[in-house]
């Protein structure tokens, strides 16, 4: 069993993965996955989700390198080994043509190496991977194999977050859609502009990006607010629920 580690800004995610599992054209499969708060006690609840499996290897990717060090220890103490992390100087599955590679989130390179294994049809299909949570990230690789950039936008939170602070007499307010478009309050009027914002951004965005390539672009949303965001638009795209730890799994298969 190998252990995937997903270290974010809002939190973690681990994941554990049986490399020969699975019926899917990619061999593997995300056994269960759980989602740990920074701050938490850490070790109790890794070994508690580990649950007595044998891990034969860790890998991760990190956003927040000032916590790496819980993981490494824990690593180190619950099975006497190292953690693997993953970055822009990693073997990937494409080619990564971004200008400022040293910039980029590792967790984008994983679920961009995802997307790419299991949705990109070499010469004929791209894929746009869309990870929305605090940010709502666009990765795009093209049919030839090539990662030329992507997009970075905020998500739902850090919009409610800036209305919050940047104005003297809004309120903050839950992250529910409003039954219509039009607000008959000043929360509803501010639910709908985040809510109705994102998805309307969403799905400009992907139009837009779309508009650049000459081939087919598969589209998969994953993160936090991954399935919301496809069941109210009604697309013919895919969720995924885990999609940067298995990338983090692609990536640990093409490592010498």
Same mark, same amino acid.
């Given at each position: 069993?190998?252990?995937?580690?997903?270290?974010?800004?809002?939190?973690?995610?681990?994941?554990?993965?049986?490399?020969?599992?699975?019926?899917?054209?990619?061999?593997?499969?995300?056994?269960?996955?759980?989602?740990?708060?920074?701050?938490?006690?850490?070790?109790?609840?890794? *070994?508690?989700?580990?649950?007595?499996?044998?891990? $034969?290897?860790?890998?991760? &990717?990190?956003?927040?390198? $000032?916590?790496?060090?819980?993981? &490494?220890?824990?690593?180190?103490?619950?099975?006497?080994?190292?953690?693997?992390?993953?970055?822009?100087?990693?073997?990937?599955?494409?080619?990564?043509?971004?200008?400022?590679?040293?910039?980029?989130?590792?967790?984008?390179?994983?679920?961009?190496?995802?997307?790419?294994?299991?949705?990109?049809?070499?010469?004929?299909?791209? &894929?746009?991977?869309?990870?929305?949570?605090?940010?709502?990230?666009?990765?795009?690789?093209?049919?030839?194999?090539?990662?030329?950039?992507?997009?970075?936008?905020?998500?739902?939170?850090?919009?409610?977050?800036?209305?919050?602070?940047?104005?003297?007499?809004?309120?903050?307010?839950?992250?529910?859609?409003?039954?219509?478009?039009?607000?008959?309050?000043?929360?509803?009027?501010?639910?709908?502009?985040?809510?109705?914002?994102?998805?309307?951004? &969403?799905?400009?965005?992907?139009?837009?990006?779309?508009?650049?390539?000459?081939?087919?672009?598969?589209?998969?949303?994953?993160?936090?607010?991954?399935?919301?965001?496809? *069941?109210?638009?009604?697309?013919?795209?895919?969720?995924?629920?885990?999609?940067?730890?298995?990338?983090?799994?692609?990536?640990?298969?093409?490592?010498?």
């Amino acid at each position: 069993m190998w252990l995937l580690i997903d270290i974010g800004n809002s939190s973690s995610k681990a994941g554990l993965y049986d490399p020969t599992a699975g019926t899917a054209e990619v061999v593997g499969e995300i056994i269960s996955s759980r989602r740990f708060e920074h701050g938490q006690l850490l070790g109790a609840e890794l *070994e508690e989700f580990v649950g007595g499996e044998s891990i $034969g290897r860790i890998g991760a &990717v990190s956003v927040v390198p $000032g916590k790496n060090w819980q993981w &490494v220890e824990q690593a180190k103490r619950l099975f006497d080994m190292s953690v693997t992390f993953f970055d822009e100087n990693s073997t990937m599955p494409f080619d990564l043509r971004y200008s400022t590679p040293d910039t980029m989130g590792n967790d984008r390179i994983a679920v961009a190496a995802g997307g790419w294994v299991r949705y990109g049809i070499e010469g004929q299909q791209g &894929v746009i991977v869309i990870d929305a949570g605090t940010a709502i990230n666009y990765e795009v690789v093209l049919a030839d194999g090539t990662y030329p950039g992507g997009v970075i936008a905020p998500g739902p939170g850090l919009m409610r977050n800036a209305l919050e602070l940047g104005t003297a007499q809004l309120p903050k307010i839950d992250l529910v859609l409003s039954e219509e478009v039009i607000g008959r309050s000043t929360h509803e009027a501010i639910q709908s502009g985040i809510m109705y914002s994102m998805l309307d951004s &969403v799905s400009g965005m992907v139009h837009r990006i779309c508009e650049t390539s000459d081939t087919d672009m598969a589209i998969v949303l994953t993160g936090g607010w991954g399935k919301w965001i496809l *069941e109210k638009l009604d697309r013919d795209w895919y969720y995924h629920r885990d999609l940067v730890l298995e990338g983090i799994a692609d990536l640990m298969r093409l490592e010498a």
